[in-house]
């Protein structure tokens, strides 16, 4: 799908008789001229798809476990949504010529201008464009950059995005390009290029920026002070919505920030019949309510939800996604689909007068077998649908966690207008209540004030990643509330070790990312931890094992390697050039792997990854060559 993605066709054919992914549905839809067709090829009436239904079965639970609520949920939109359908074998209906014209609005006029104005005289402002799929933005901001070129010839501007792909409309309608040129004073820069190296630019557009992590947006916007600057979005995607990004992004920058909407599509008609359809059958316009009036905190209720109740009533399932959707960078149909039939996942919400006010997803994890447990440990296989058991025993190394039962939260939101009144910590601890897990656990962007929320209920942290995750751009964080007495031993051992590993990994984050965490995060994360621990000789090597010949991160074992590589110096220096070179640029100087890979002739990350881990394996083998089989016993 990947390729399709951007371009538009008369007609599309979807076969849902293995699997009906609901972001691919999503995806569909955005590829169809109007007056086009999408063609849903589907089971006859009361078989469901269930090829696909492996990806959602998460162990102790089996295929038979996992729900059809997304399917029956689409079916009913079709019955809802004028929908012609017939048997196969029967003659189907021709599908009309397709006019491919497409006339601007109004409304996209009275924008273009705005925008052209913006970048013309808006001195160090930012505007931001959201709109719906189909409604011409990313042709508007191209004919909005095409009148600033008129006007002001050699003006030099940055148009950034994710990919290429992403901004082809902007350019053929700003130049009349194909494709995105990236040499020239108006071209495409990769958003991460952009800011990070800093280079001038009289304006700036930012397309698709709910799709761009944070903390990028943020240092292209203190990049270029005096330059406009204009960030685009579409709301109601199927890439995820972008309403995540106003709530983040956009509304923290103030009053100052000047901002467009387009409502009516052009690609599509006024209440376009498979647009309806899709966003019905989606959620993709899924909206809480406004707030309930008169509310009073002792009359709330906590409910563990019936999924299949739900599923029928229309109203709740909205208020309940629409609360997570406000509340969330992004959320994906896909979302929608493991809310509804994930058999490993339960749903928790606050209600007042029968209205969802605060909503979280768990997700039951752990418990898994020794020797399930061992291959994971090892790296001989993976574990679907068990995150936090996967960061504890693949990343970190701990075998036996794995074994534990778990109770992750996945997400959780407060009605906006009702935060500050203790509503999430009372979700939090009737979560607590309802389960007996050995230990309660939470990954997620790390950010100072939900690190606090997560430690007054009880959590602390004990790992940070040494990369930005793509849903929330920031490093995501690991927080633990043991339960039982195993859990407790286990928390004591994870906590000794956050405590040696953080500092080396704020190292990583800087210089491997290039943009440094805020003071009060970094303060965050190193509360309550005490001393790093000495090098301990058994602990450590079985440590740096792990990363040599097994599926440790070499995050999580950076602070060893670096120790372990001083004791082995003399090893090291015997070592063939490459392989040294690696070792002393990315273990003891803590270079960016980009760098280290770069100097060394490697391409792609994935290949300096590897070649890293097979330079420690080297010294390994040399300096201590019965370590693998003591790692592998155990």
């Not at 270029?224 to 995820?240: M, N, Q, R, W």
């Not at 009073?296 to 208020?319: M, N, T």
């Not at 992750?408 to 979700?427: D, E, K, N, Y």
């Not at 301990?536 to 440590?543: S, T, V, W």
Request: net charge negative; with cysteine; aromatic share 6%.
């Amino acid at each position: 799908m990947g390729g399709l993605l951007g371009r538009s066709f008369d007609a599309v054919v979807l076969d849902a008789h293995d699997d009906l992914d609901a972001d691919v549905l999503g995806q569909c839809h955005g590829m169809i001229w109007g007056g086009g067709a999408l063609v849903l090829r589907l089971p006859p009436r009361g078989q469901r798809p269930e090829a696909g239904q492996e990806s959602l079965a998460v162990s102790p639970f089996g295929v038979g476990d996992v729900g059809h609520r997304f399917f029956d949920r689409v079916e009913r939109a079709l019955d809802r949504g004028e929908v012609e359908g017939w048997i196969e074998g029967e003659e189907a209906p021709p599908l009309e010529p397709v006019s491919h014209e497409v006339r601007g609005t109004e409304e996209q006029a009275e924008v273009v201008e705005g925008l052209a104005e913006h970048l013309l005289g808006a001195v160090g402002a930012v505007g931001g464009v959201i709109a719906d799929r189909g409604r011409g933005k990313s042709s508007a901001l191209g004919l909005a950059l095409a009148e600033a070129l008129r006007v002001r010839p050699g003006l030099r501007v940055a148009v950034a995005a994710g990919g290429p792909e992403a901004v082809r409309e902007v350019f053929r309608f700003a130049l009349g390009v194909e494709g995105p040129p990236t040499k020239g004073e108006v071209r495409f820069v990769p958003a991460a290029a952009l800011a990070r190296d800093g280079e001038d630019f009289d304006a700036v557009i930012v397309d698709e920026a709910a799709q761009i992590p944070v903390h990028v947006l943020k240092q292209i916007v203190a990049s270029f002070p005096d330059a406009p600057k204009i960030l685009s979005t579409t709301v109601h995607g199927y890439e995820g919505t972008g309403r995540g990004f106003l709530l983040r992004f956009v509304d923290r920058l103030g009053d100052g920030v000047r901002r467009w909407r387009l409502e009516a599509p052009i690609r599509w008609g006024v209440e376009d019949r498979l647009e309806r359809l899709v966003f019905d059958a989606l959620l993709l316009d899924a909206s809480m309510g406004a707030g309930p009036e008169g509310f009073e905190v002792e009359e709330v209720e906590h409910v563990c939800l019936d999924r299949e109740a739900l599923g029928r009533d229309e109203a709740a399932l909205r208020g309940f996604f629409g609360l997570l959707v406000q509340a969330h960078y992004r959320t994906t149909p896909g979302d929608l689909r493991r809310l509804l039939d994930a058999p490993n996942i339960r749903l928790h919400a606050l209600r007042w007068r029968g209205e969802v006010v605060a909503a979280t997803l768990v997700a039951l994890e752990g418990g898994l077998s020794e020797g399930v447990c061992g291959d994971l440990w090892s790296g001989r296989s993976g574990v679907r649908g068990h995150a936090l058991a996967d960061t504890l025993v693949a990343h970190l190394g701990w075998r036996e966690a794995g074994q534990l039962k778990m109770v992750r939260s996945v997400r959780i939101a407060v009605q906006p207008t009702l935060r500050r009144m203790g509503l999430g910590l009372r979700l939090i601890k009737a979560v607590h209540g309802a389960y007996s897990p050995d230990l309660f656990g939470t990954l997620f962007g790390a950010e100072a004030g939900l690190l606090a929320f997560r430690r007054s209920a009880g959590y602390e942290a004990v790992r940070i990643s040494a990369s930005r995750g793509s849903r929330t751009g920031e490093p995501s964080v690991v927080m633990v509330r043991p339960v039982s007495e195993a859990a407790r031993v286990l928390m004591s051992g994870l906590r000794r070790q956050f405590a040696r590993d953080l500092p080396r990994q704020l190292g990583l984050l800087e210089r491997d990312e290039g943009v440094l965490l805020e003071g009060e995060l970094v303060e965050a994360l190193g509360v309550g931890l005490s001393e790093a621990a000495e090098w301990d000789e058994g602990e450590d090597l079985m440590r740096v094992a792990g990363f040599a010949f097994g599926p440790r991160t070499f995050e999580s074992a950076a602070a060893v390697l670096a120790d372990y590589v001083e004791r082995r110096r003399g090893d090291l220096d015997a070592m063939e050039e490459r392989d040294r070179a690696l070792i002393v640029g990315r273990v003891v100087d803590g270079e960016p792997l980009s760098v280290v890979g770069e100097r060394a002739g490697l391409e792609g990350h994935r290949v300096r990854v590897r070649a890293v881990r097979r330079a420690v394996r080297a010294l390994v083998e040399r300096a201590d060559p019965d370590l693998e089989g003591r790692w592998r016993r155990g």
